[in-house]
């Protein structure tokens, strides 16, 4: 560890500064975490899920230690993994994990080695667990599957990299899933760059339908999927399965043709007044095995004499409006502010491993660190800050100053008298042990 003995300031001679301090944190709020965690047993479910292949014959630190604190790295804002190295004897970060020190930059590295198709799944397994706990103690009757694709920029020579022409630019293509309501991250898949935006996704999603159509029998799913996934395998799945869809569909010329007799090109009676229609037809493409419902929004801005039409295909019923379900389907725009959360928030694109497997465990590692954010702030957070991001929530819940006091067997962490949101970290501290599970 690089120390700089004492440095003093121009502005004020009589000001040195150190990093010599000693026992002190600047990431108490981490311990705000840890509470929730075993409150609704979250570090508990990890550990019983995960099974490695563990060959080393000797180790100080063990999966389960090394697993929480990359995670709890993670949620502090230290996406690097040699982080740890600076953070080896933090007070807080010690006594979050159980150890006497942290692991170092090589062992974590070492740690996702160990990683396969089997333990990733697993890892899946014990985040559906958790997601099925704090389902119930909302006690949610709705589930709606948010499908979409993303993008992970590469920089070096990383497996299955490849160039993605719709984004333009080199990396991969995961697959993800978030509950449209909730915001919870429920499933992710790593994929090569230039695989297809539907590639895969009944495999990907079938597993999910039908564990909540299992568990949850009274809860009505709902998907919602751009263009990039209207394919009829998905369409079949959805009405199998009695799960209710609103998927885009890209135009063509019978589509178009549709929607012109709809709403010809005419001269508007008031050219500075946009129009907008929403309509209801049967349509079968070719590749569909019947005809389903299809909604045409037709939009024509002030100033312009034609039309623009936008196609969904979708198996609402006759109870919901065309205007309703085109507005139902828009809501979805609220899946790219949480992709943005878990990509810039928890590093979720940090793709910088060379083998593939290990850049996949890298983004389920996000994918956990994300959710049991999004679980505290929802569950425990007061209802005006419930959609706190995760930036202000590192400002105003984990990057507190401490100092640790030991008296006897206890351990007094000190926090910074001065500290601005302290109001609001007690709030949310007292709200997790009161939580009530069920």
Not at 47 to 72: F, G
Not at 173 to 191: M, N, S
Request: hydrophobic share 35%; aromatic share 12%.
């Amino acid at each position: 560890m690089a120390t700089l003995p004492q440095l003093t300031l121009d502005f004020n001679r009589q000001i040195k500064l150190s990093n010599d301090g000693g026992s002190l944190s600047s990431d108490t709020g981490e311990f705000v975490f840890r509470e929730f965690d075993e409150k609704i047993g979250f570090s508990d479910t990890l550990v019983q899920h995960l099974h490695l292949n563990d060959e080393r014959k000797y180790h100080v630190h063990s999966n389960e230690n090394l697993l929480r604190q990359k995670l709890y790295q993670l949620i502090a804002g230290y996406a690097e993994d040699d982080a740890a190295d600076q953070l080896t004897n933090d007070p807080v970060f010690t006594q979050i994990i159980g150890t006497d020190s942290l692991a170092s930059q090589p062992s974590l590295s070492r740690f996702y080695t160990r990683f396969d198709h089997e333990s990733i799944e697993q890892l899946h397994h014990a985040n559906q667990e958790l997601l099925d706990k704090v389902h119930e103690l909302r006690e949610s009757k709705a589930l709606i599957i948010d499908l979409d694709s993303t993008h992970a920029d590469t920089y070096g020579q990383q497996e299955f990299t490849a160039y993605n022409t719709h984004y333009g630019t080199v990396g991969f293509h995961p697959l993800v899933a978030f509950d449209g309501i909730t915001g919870d991250f429920l499933k992710a898949q790593l994929r090569p760059g230039n695989v297809y935006t539907s590639n895969g996704v009944v495999d990907f999603v079938e597993p999910l339908i039908k564990h909540y159509n299992e568990k949850f029998p009274e809860t009505t799913p709902f998907l919602r999927g751009d263009s990039g996934f209207a394919v009829p395998a998905l369409y079949d799945l959805c009405e199998r399965e009695s799960v209710y869809y609103v998927i885009r569909l890209k135009s063509n010329a019978i589509l178009q043709r549709m929607a012109d007799e709809c709403h010809p090109a005419t001269v508007p009676s008031d050219v500075t007044k946009s129009e907008c229609y929403y309509e209801e037809i049967d349509y079968q493409a070719k590749s569909w095995s019947k005809p389903r419902k299809v909604i045409i929004q037709s939009v024509r801005p002030a100033g312009e004499l034609l039309f623009t039409h936008s196609f969904f295909v979708t198996s609402l019923g006759d109870v919901f409006s065309p205007k309703d379900i085109v507005r139902t389907y828009q809501k979805r725009g609220t899946m790219e502010n949480y992709i943005k959360e878990a990509k810039n928030g928890f590093y979720l694109d940090k793709m910088s491993s060379h083998s593939f497997q290990v850049n996949e465990v890298k983004m389920i590692m996000s994918l956990l660190a994300y959710n049991l954010t999004n679980w505290l702030r929802t569950l425990c957070f007061p209802e005006a800050q419930k959609g706190m991001q995760i930036e202000t929530i590192r400002t105003r819940v984990i990057k507190v100053a401490s100092k640790l006091v030991k008296s006897g067997r206890s351990l007094h962490f000190k926090l910074s008298s001065s500290f601005v949101y302290q109001d609001f970290f007690w709030k949310v501290l007292q709200r997790i042990q009161q939580l009530k599970l069920g």
